[in-house]
């Protein structure tokens, strides 16, 4: 979970850019971004944001 979030940010990760993944943000399938060609980031919606993935 993610609080506070302002809007239009992302959340970077550790986590190797991969197909496959099943991601939600606040219930909705949502679509990683590619960064430095290597890792995921997840766009974040203002407020509090539950992220699942699988």
Known sequence: ?????????????????????????????VTPKLLDDTLMALPLEKGRNTITME
């Open 1 to 29: 979970m993610v609080e506070n979030a302002q809007a239009n940010n992302y959340l970077q990760t550790t986590i190797p850019y991969e197909s496959g993944w099943q991601i939600r943000l606040n219930r909705k399938e």
